[in-house]
């Protein structure tokens, strides 16, 4: 048993040292006006006029998604040196224990990617007249069912665009995990059935997944920097 802590500790202390080499920052480490994230977060969520009661597990949930975002991807780094490289492997694809969690590991961000912008959707909902459903309330629908005042405004302009033209293709590949096809099973066959370049092509693909979800990562914390602007920006302050 002590063994076993032993080896988590290192493992913690290892993914630890790739987070600060990377750049992978928590959405705790951000400032907002100079200000913790969440305390921003919650300032502006306490003092604008709702349509809707914040759900109270909005406040954590942004945190613990970003746990999963930060500790997931920093084990995309550590396996990354020790998957498979077809081009390495006489074209041949021998799946070791090191690639296939690599790939699992990184369908597990794309869903967390998913929660983190659904979670934002759910924020914006509570302050904009969306007219959806509380079952209906995601953010795709829920940047489509804006408020038509609201659409002009600069920042709703480039929250709109971020996830549209960044975003969407990734969570697209989710959709893809999700309903269909695993992003273990999508990489596999894909790298397997390539043939001279493609194979190439495909096997770098692979290979740059950690960095794309690390982008994604700033892209989403964007988003939520956006939100909470747009809350600013657009919804009466209450009366003290």
Avoid at 43 to 59: Q, W
Wanted: aromatic letters at 14%.
């Amino acid at each position: 048993m002590i063994e076993d802590l032993d080896i988590l500790n290192s493992l913690f202390y290892r993914t630890g040292e790739i987070k600060k080499s990377e750049g992978i920052l928590h959405l705790t480490e951000r400032e907002l006006d100079n200000k913790h994230p969440l305390t921003y977060y919650s300032e502006v969520t306490h003092n604008h006029e709702r349509i809707h009661d914040c759900p109270l597990f909005l406040y954590d949930d942004f945190f613990f998604i970003s746990n999963d975002l930060v500790h997931f991807t920093t084990l995309l780094y550590l396996l990354r040196p020790f998957i498979n490289d077809s081009s390495k492997e006489g074209d041949t694809y021998f799946q070791r224990w090191y690639d296939a969690r690599y790939l699992s590991y990184a369908g597990i961000l794309h869903s967390s990617l998913y929660n983190f912008w659904d979670r934002i959707g759910d924020l914006l909902n509570c302050f904009f007249d969306t007219g959806l459903a509380p079952d209906r309330v995601y953010i795709k629908r829920v940047l489509e069912n804006f408020p038509k005042e609201d659409k002009s405004s600069k920042i709703f302009i480039q929250l709109k665009d971020d996830y549209e033209q960044l975003v969407q293709p990734t969570l697209a590949e989710r959709d893809e995990d999700v309903h269909n096809q695993s992003i273990p099973t999508t990489h596999y066959f894909a790298i397997l059935l390539a043939r001279g370049k493609e194979k190439l092509d495909k096997s770098e693909q692979k290979f740059q997944i950690a960095d794309k979800i690390k982008e994604q990562i700033d892209i989403a914390y964007r988003g939520f920097e956006l939100a909470l602007r747009l809350i600013i920006e657009r919804v009466p302050k209450l009366e003290e």
